[in-house]
């Protein structure tokens, strides 16, 4: 099993432009998560989805949309990119919420 | 704004010697976790314990819980260079499961 899966690792934008990180798991989870994490801080959590079809927004949803068509993918896109949005983004999952969850490798984006 | 706060930011230790972490948090949880990252890789899950739970143990990993003063300890017995990472703290809430926060960790060296 591959787990948790992110593409691209490492992706560089300039302000304004737009693009898709995306998320897979073979685990059959049903929960799937999107944190960004900056420089000497923990993960913040930017959206979830409980459910293949559901999203709901966690502590920073601003500048992001999430689309949960199939059960194993997760997207995350990025509407017109800011510089504050510069970040390491992790995806992970769980088989429901209240278990462990398990991480991806991670994207590095810079947004100059 | 993060849930858990860990303590101390940052710990050296010689090899052989005990770790202790702390995390403080501020609302009610169904359960507390402990994760650890590797320099620039993704969290990986380390031990769950639940609100009704005080002590959970896993190998060299006691995890202690109390939820009246909202605090929690991660103590790692026989330290080895191996264990040198980040060590998170993650809390849900109450009325969402799904809602993870995590604390901006402490920076664990081992020396060997």
């Known amino acids: 099993?591959?787990?948790?899966?992110?593409?691209?690792?490492?992706?560089?934008?300039?302000?304004?432009?737009?693009m898709t990180l995306q998320c897979a798991?073979?685990?059959n989870h049903n929960s799937m998560y999107w944190?960004?994490?900056?420089?000497?801080?923990?993960?913040?959590?930017?959206?979830?989805?409980?459910?293949?079809?559901?999203?709901?927004?966690g502590e920073v949803p601003d500048g992001y949309n999430?689309?949960?068509?199939?059960?194993?993918?997760?997207l995350l896109g990025l509407e017109s990119a800011a510089p504050s949005q510069t970040s390491v983004y992790f995806c992970a999952s769980s088989f429901r919420g209240t278990n462990e969850q398990f991480f991806g490798p991670g994207t590095r984006l810079t947004v100059l | 704004s993060q849930q858990g706060?860990?303590?101390?930011?940052?710990?050296?230790?010689?090899?052989?010697?005990?770790?202790?972490?702390n995390c403080s948090y501020?609302?009610?949880?169904?359960?507390?976790?402990?994760?650890?990252?590797?320099s620039g890789r993704g969290l990986v899950h380390?031990?769950?314990i639940r609100s009704n739970e005080r002590e959970k143990h896993s190998g060299r990993l006691r995890v202690t819980l109390d939820t009246s003063k909202k605090s929690s300890s991660l103590l790692i017995t026989a330290s080895r260079a191996a264990d040198t990472a980040s060590y998170f703290c993650a809390t849900d809430?109450?009325?969402?499961?799904?809602?993870?926060?995590?604390?901006?960790?402490t920076r664990l060296t081992v020396k060997p």
Do not use: C
């Open chain 1, 35 to 57: 944190y960004r994490q900056d420089p000497g801080m923990g993960l913040r959590l930017i959206y979830y989805s409980a459910s293949e079809g559901t999203t709901d927004k």
């Open chain 2, 93 to 105: 809430r109450v009325s969402n499961n799904n809602d993870m926060r995590f604390g901006a960790g």
């Open chain 1, 25 to 27: 798991q073979d685990m």
């Open chain 1, 66 to 74: 999430v689309s949960r068509l199939k059960k194993q993918n997760f």
């Open chain 2, 5 to 21: 706060e860990e303590d101390p930011q940052a710990l050296s230790i010689q090899e052989g010697e005990n770790a202790t972490m």
């Open chain 1, 1 to 18: 099993n591959a787990g948790v899966t992110q593409t691209p690792k490492f992706q560089v934008l300039k302000t304004g432009q737009s």
């Open chain 2, 26 to 38: 501020k609302t009610s949880i169904n359960n507390l976790q402990w994760y650890r990252q590797n």
């Open chain 2, 46 to 48: 380390l031990i769950l």
